[in-house]
């Protein structure tokens, strides 16, 4: 299910900054024959429509609310790529005051966010002949940070998802990759503190289009992810990638 993203159509959630950003420039920089800008507030994506004139299409789209997802999909009916970048982040530890609320507002955006778009948008890759969903999840899916523990849950839960997905997309030819950054320079890495460490977007962007080409389920694009995703190699490879009859004992 490989392919080249060079005069293919993509979309992309939470577009206008950050990864976001960088995955729509890398797209463009790849040869995409034309990219959705997917974001919240359409005005948030003019400086992309005068940078990139007709192969930039600016379209609403809030995780949210399942109605403009919908709308999105029947907008973009000719994507071959999906990448569900946009997330949110609490800083809340198990134990905040704010910690059941944090975490269904994360659950609510991180896992049934990507459950919408894989709901609206399966279909469209499906009638398009497969190509790829692509979701943004995280190095905390394999790996809780007790001052973000709840955005971990969410993130666990998430590529939980994916790799459902993974499964019941392979009948209609979508590949589906499965995104874990770890510290990136976004304001959610400002916002929790990470500046010192977080790396480039790009990083990011690229090690996606790279997946796509080369056929790969996870990714690990920058120096934390890769040291996590070394370690986590062996199990992803024999346990999550692999052939397993199901029991349902």
Sequence with gaps: MAF??????VLVTGANRGIGLAIVQEAIDRGAAKVYAAVRKLDSAAP???QYGDKLIPVHLDLEDPAT????????SDVDVVVNNAGVLKTASALSDDAIESLQYEIDINVFGLMRMAQAFAPVLKKNGGGALVQLNSVVSVKTFADIATY???KAASYSITQGLRESLADQSTQVVSVHPGPIQTDMAHNAGLDDVAESPSLVASAIFDAIADGRFHVWPDSMAKQIGGQYQSFAENVVEAEMQENPA
């Design 4 to 9: 080249d993203v060079k005069g293919k159509t």
């Design 48 to 50: 992309l429509v005068v």
């Design 152 to 154: 971990s849950a969410s």
């Design 69 to 76: 997802i919908q709308s999105a999909a029947g907008q973009a």
